[in-house]
């Protein structure tokens, strides 16, 4: 199936492998045929390797590590909240995924000899059928470098796998990059409704 930038290929180990090439920031993208469940990998034009998985409860130790470095901005833009310790309610949350419910994959890199998670994007879905809440974070150290458009990307052509068709957000007014981000998924998006200082965002794609 050719998606322009993207190509996606079903194997029998990995539930989708996705190949995708973004000209300016990243150099090569190759598709990684997983033994175990890898999602793809994407070389980043000045830096390491990073390679997408799904989420999976042992991640705790990373998943908290990663929010206990991020900036406060970084954090209120993806929880509304500069919170920097996790609840153990909303950790099992994060890393407890029903996958008829939704979808979480993680980004992962090798740094001095341990895996680091430096990005994540989900998607819950929500009553109305065909329909998913989506949110994406990439760590400071990475944020400019083209993963935040790479992972709604991939993100989406995961929902829309899975039979979503209708994405919604809650950005706040603030938070610039995810406002660009989702006006380039989608130019006319079917609503953006401001409430005080969130967007929330409605975006249709048949
Ligand atoms: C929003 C976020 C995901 C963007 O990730 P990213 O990896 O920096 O995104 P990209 O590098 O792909 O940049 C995408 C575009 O947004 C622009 N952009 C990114 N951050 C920006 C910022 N703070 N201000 C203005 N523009 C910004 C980039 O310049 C780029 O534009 P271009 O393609 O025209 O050059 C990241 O900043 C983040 O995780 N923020 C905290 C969590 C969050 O807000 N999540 C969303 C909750 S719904």
Request: glycine content about 6%; overall charge neutral.
């Amino acid at each position: 199936m050719d998606l322009g930038q993207f190509r996606i290929v079903s194997v029998p180990c990995a539930d989708v492998v996705y190949i995708y090439s973004m000209e300016d920031r990243v150099t090569k993208t190759e598709h990684l045929v997983a033994a175990e469940d890898w999602i793809s990998e994407l070389q980043l034009a000045d830096g390491p390797v990073v390679r997408f998985r799904h989420v999976r409860p042992e991640d705790e130790p990373l998943v908290t590590e990663a929010i206990r470095t991020s900036s406060r901005e970084t954090l209120l833009h993806r929880f509304f909240s500069p919170i920097r310790k996790v609840s153990p309610d909303l950790l099992r949350k994060l890393l407890t995924i029903d996958r008829s419910q939704g979808a979480c994959f993680v980004g992962v890199i090798s740094e001095n000899g341990k895996e680091r998670i430096i990005c994540g994007a989900r998607y819950v879905r929500l009553e109305k059928p065909g329909s998913a809440e989506i949110a994406i974070t990439v760590h400071d150290d990475f944020q400019r470098r083209g993963l935040g458009s790479y992972l709604l990307k991939m993100l989406v052509e995961l929902a829309r796998a899975d039979g979503i068709r209708c994405f919604e957000a809650d950005v706040m007014t603030s938070n610039s990059g995810m406002l660009k981000l989702l006006h380039k998924l989608h130019p006319t998006p079917s609503g953006w409704h401001r409430a005080g200082d969130v967007y929330h965002v409605t975006i249709k794609m048949d």
